[in-house]
């Protein structure tokens, strides 16, 4: 099987390029920031304190995350079979799941499934460790960043042509804390592996990005795209 690994800070367009690259290359899309997602939403939901390790680690035997692909053609993450895809996506979730990803056995429960996935498919992870501990092995690791102005100017950028409100200072002073707090956690910080390429995309389209990955797949004898 073909694995490509992409990891990175949050905002730096990983979703949206590794989807893309998905894709064009006809492999399966694993999101595991949506696994991770999951257990947060659980935890959320049983009224679990979220830094409570130990509690939060009592949960799990219950959990099951899954991933598959709809009728609509997009990927839809379920928690014990129900679609939560969009439930997963509230802020709320969001920084429940910044907390919870930092125990130890939340980790190690999502592992075994993301490798087993990566066993039995081409494909595309995108994630924080996974060119490191997730998949060491996998053929191409990408590590894709953007410098904190251009992922502040994004963000700033589709919340307003949402109609929601934006202050790009604020947005940006935010980009910068959560770096610092997601390079600095003693569980999985957020590293490069010392064989992923490097690549930053502040000033690269989505389709440049994916082309530029794909040059490098076609380069290194792994796809001919
Ligand atoms: O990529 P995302 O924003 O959906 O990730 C949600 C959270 O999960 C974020 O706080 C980082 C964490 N995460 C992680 O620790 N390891 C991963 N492989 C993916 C996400």
């Not at 770096?179 to 956690?185: A, E, F, N």
Request: hydrophobic content about 45%; proline content about 3%; aromatic content about 4%.
């Amino acid at each position: 099987m073909i694995n490509i690994a992409i990891d990175g800070p949050s905002g730096a367009g990983k979703s949206t390029v590794a989807k893309a690259l998905a894709k064009k290359l006809h492999f399966v899309y694993v999101d595991t920031g949506a696994m991770y997602r999951c257990i947060g939403l659980y935890v959320h939901r049983c009224g679990v304190d979220a830094h409570d390790a130990d509690a939060v680690a009592a949960l799990l035997p219950k959990i099951t995350v899954s991933l598959s692909y709809a009728e609509d053609g997009e990927q839809h993450v379920y928690l014990n079979g129900e679609d939560v895809s969009f439930a997963i996506r509230e802020n709320v979730i969001s920084l429940i799941t910044s907390t919870i990803s930092k125990i130890p056995a939340v980790r190690a429960h999502l592992l075994s499934l993301q490798r087993e996935m990566a066993a039995s498919h081409h494909v595309i992870m995108d994630g924080r460790d996974i060119g490191t501990v997730i998949l060491p092995g996998a053929q191409l690791k990408i590590f894709l960043f953007a410098s904190a102005e251009a992922r502040a100017k994004r963000r700033t950028k589709e919340l307003i042509s949402r109609g929601q409100e934006a202050d790009f200072e604020t947005i940006l002073a935010e980009i910068n804390a959560r770096d610092i707090q997601d390079q600095s956690r003693e569980t999985a910080p957020l590293v490069p592996a010392s064989d992923a390429v490097m690549m930053d995309n502040s000033d690269m389209t989505i389709a440049q990005n994916v082309d530029a990955i794909c040059m490098l797949l076609a380069q290194r004898g792994i796809l001919n795209v």
